[in-house]
């Protein structure tokens, strides 16, 4: 199973940009679709995008959809997801989820390894 480590985040203005890295070991990184996920406080965790291993076009929920990208480097087991135009409600804490199924929604259920989380806070 992979392992999943998350750095990046932290305070970030309105309108500012930030980039967050999500650091993958202990299984073979091309067999698995990742996916950014974010649950700020008393919400529920939401699904912000994914990418699957064949680097296809990826998903965005469409709250981040124009402002986010994600990508992944194959060479360095890390995906990336870069943060611009952000908004106060974009504040939470931002976790990468590894799933090894054909995926078509973020279903939490079917992302099997977590990191830890990296908090983002968006505030002036």
């Known amino acids: 199973q992979l392992q999943l480590v998350e750095s990046g985040g932290g305070l970030v203005q309105p309108g500012g940009s930030t980039r967050l890295s999500c650091a993958a070991s202990g299984d073979t990184f091309n067999n698995y679709n990742i996916g950014w996920f974010r649950q700020a406080p008393g919400k529920e965790r939401e699904g912000v995008s994914y990418?699957?291993?064949?680097?296809?076009?990826?998903y965005y929920a469409d709250s981040v959809k124009g402002r986010f990208t994600i990508s992944r480097d194959s060479a360095k087991n890390t995906v990336y997801l870069q943060m611009n135009s952000l908004k106060p409600e974009d504040t939470g804490v931002y976790y990468c989820?590894?799933?090894?199924?054909?995926?078509?929604?973020?279903?939490?259920?079917?992302?099997?390894?977590w990191g830890q989380g990296t908090q983002v806070t968006v505030s002036s």
């Open positions: 989820a590894a799933s090894p199924f054909s995926i078509a929604t973020m279903d939490t259920s079917l992302f099997l390894s």
């Open positions: 990418i699957n291993n064949f680097d296809t076009t990826p």
